[in-house]
């Protein structure tokens, strides 16, 4: 029976997504679409499509997923699409539900929502409930008008807001519905309708109070039906529209509470982090700040109790990050900043601001976290070392960017400073997005106003007091847009901040076990690409580099034929090598599973890479480098460039050196090797090696440019 061969291969496929992999049910779904077309089976046709826009979704790739779910409902309504044989349009339609083409409209629509394309996301919501309609299915249509008006409120059109939510409650009337679906369904209108209230002026009064009747409803019935959890939400959520009101704290404060006594009584983590961090905001409101920070303190240890941003869904983890647990740490890192300033005691003002610092890499293993779908992806905290203690002539900067200003916290063995500094996140994102277009056009000068602005809020507010004090190296702890800029290209208006320091950055201020390290006493890898293969250009550097660097050091070459997949999982088995060295085409996106390294036979998922360096390990001892030297990030994707400054820590190596974007062949391999050249000098550390092998780049008239120097990095263990 091959439609039932078909249905296994899809069930094969949900179980493999089910166990978080997405890549590789694409296999049975691919299978399985051409055994539908073979058959001339529309409906199993339409399906496979519609599982493989889904899997695509999930993995972030928005192009070939819209293209896939399209597909389906046309193949739903019988219009033939390329590559489809056999049936007559009128025949297929025959095969197909109608309920099929409204619910493959409706995922459409996520698919829409997910890209950020609101105005598609409405018309297909807007198709999916008419559908809907037609078949007497009134709880479909319900639920189709109220995502439509979430994708008309993306859109700032009041009009078909209010049509979208007024249609979804008729339909809502006329559904047969459990309470738990009609509870839920009150909660979905409520949270549009107060958002609604938030973006339109003209709208606020009347989307308040249908916000507050659907959310008083929705507790009425989760209270009739003993669902506590649902209870909590109604009630937490009206916590939050008498806070939205304004004036109305007392009744907030009450809500909330309640809502926070229904969550613990159901054990519900997840809510209770978000009313304790919602109760935090009252009391910060009103200017009870001890009660604010215990809130805001029990909302983060829930998190990093539960670690929900690890369990985020494929394609939409950066979303649930931002929006659900990012916004948490934040509100704690900046109550305890004000609270230092507020504060006349030194001792309080340093522990408020170790507990930032604390807090702050609490939320940057949370992201790497979140980034990787993982756990145990930022494990390293079991065996940190305080690294001002490690390495007197470093000086960390936490730039920590809030909607209002900027704070900087620079941490040295004699403490933390705070330094403030008056500009909004929003005005800084935009002269970061300057200094990356500027270094990305190597024939212009740019580069240097944005530069120079950047300076200016980055480093000269603590530029003075660093003065004759030993420091020769600046460790930023960046986040956001923040990690998409070489901060070494920064000027002060007579010199690059590479001229006066050695700079390195970290995704996280814990490092393994960090030391120093000496090439002599350590074994080399040396692995690369010089011929041109799958589509990308050759790198003739590479051999000489690889070369140059084996001459130095000495070392095993896999290059070119040698350099495939199992012979490198051989040499780092058996070799166990202190440093890796891949000169190789590699991309880092947003997300891990598209990040790759290319080998001579295919491309080497991070996931994959990080396995094999791990197994390298010997003991407790970790890879000490992982260098790539021909990486690339996706241009200002901030995702892909966590990335990057995530793969040390995700392979267990001590430090990774990478590059933003690429850049000329010859300019990498004379970086390259300069750097290694630079690093056999006694006491010399990874950061001053490739400082100095920058400037030597620099000096040269052809590298000038920043655009060829500036964007390799030295990340996490600088020594």
Known sequence: DREAQGAALRGLADAQQIAGAYRKSLTPLLEALALARADDDAQGEARALAALGQAYGELGENAPAERYLRDAVDVSRGIQI?????????DARADVP??????????????HTRSGNAAGALAAYQQSAGAARGNGDWLAAAQAQANAARAALALGNADATRSALRQAREALERAEVSPDEQTAFYLHLAYTEATFARQALAARRPALLAAHGDLLRAHEIAEGAGNARAASQALGQLGG??????????ESRHLTRRALQLAEQEQAADLLAR??????AIEWRNQRADDALDAYRRAVSLLEQTRPEAAAAYGRADLAFRQAVEPVYLALVDALLQSSRQDPSPEAQQSHLHEAREVVEQWKAAELRNYFRDGCAAELAATAQSVEHVDPRAAVIYPIVLPDRLE????????ITQYTVPVTGARLQEEVARFRRGLGNHLTAGYRSPAQQLYTWLVAPYAASLEDTGVDTLVFVPGGALRTVPLSALHDGTGFLLERYAVAITPSLDLLAPKPLDPEKTEFLLAG?????????GLPGVE?????????????VLLNESFDAENLASALRNQRPGIVHLASHAEFTGDPDTSFVLTHDGRLSMDELTTLVRTARYGDEPVELLMLSACETAVGDERAALGLAGVAIRAGARSAIGSLWSVSDDATSK?????YDALGTPGISKARALREAQQKLMADDRFQHPFYWAPFLVINNWL
């Open 82 to 90: 390329h590559g489809t044989v056999g049936a007559s349009a009128t």
């Open 98 to 111: 109608t309920q099929l083409t409204g619910s493959l409209l409706g995922e459409l629509g996520n698919q």
């Open 241 to 250: 529209l008498y806070a939205q009101e304004g004036g109305r704290d007392r």
């Open 275 to 280: 009313w304790y961090a919602q109760l935090g």
């Open 408 to 415: 900087l916290l620079v941490s040295r063995a004699s403490g």
């Open 529 to 537: 690409l010089s011929d041109a293969v799958q589509g990308y250009p």
């Open 544 to 556: 000489s580099e690889l070369q140059s660097i084996k001459s130095l050091y000495g070392g095993d």
């Open 671 to 675: 970086l390259v090797i300069g750097f």
